[in-house]
């Protein structure tokens, strides 16, 4: 199994950095990711207890494969695009340090101690995840990608120099240059 990381381009090094890191690195970077919480912002103060931390202190990875994440939009009703093109980190999930890593199931916000061996049964998107794109594409809204799923959160860095890229149907990319933006 794997675990997988949506790359907002131009991704500039080689290092995944939670979102209040990333505001000392890369402050471009950091202040296109944080648009995101636009209407959310509650959402970057939500405490993750096994880490004494925040929801920004933490890289968020996802057991599903994008394909998959794809697929249901396509089913609701959310048209597909020549410009969205987007790639993904493909990582293993034996790579991440267990003591700082945990599963965090939404939306009750429930914990749970990492176990990469437990990857696989965190991999099935959720029928209430569809229905939520089903109800966001009526609604004319643009659906958040995994609510209602399984999250691996990652307290500290990711090194990515090594990892594979994906496009949303699998293929891995063979020039990270397209991504890394050099």
Known sequence: MTLYHLIHRPFLGTT???LTRLRYVDRARFDH???KYKGREALRS?????FDCLWNDVVHLSPIHPKD???ALEQAGYPPSA???PYFFA???EMLDSHRTIFFHTPHGREEKYDPRKVAEYSVLADATRQYYREAIARKERP???NFTTHVLHHGEIDVSTVPIIDRHGAILEE???VFGT
């Open 16 to 18: 995944l950095y939670p």
């Open 69 to 71: 994440i794809f697929a």
């Open 91 to 93: 990582i293993d999930p």
């Open 176 to 178: 990270r240059a397209k």
């Open 83 to 85: 410009k969205r093109r």
């Open 46 to 50: 939500y405490g993750i207890e096994a």
């Open 144 to 146: 958040l990608l995994w």
């Open 33 to 35: 990711q944080n648009e």
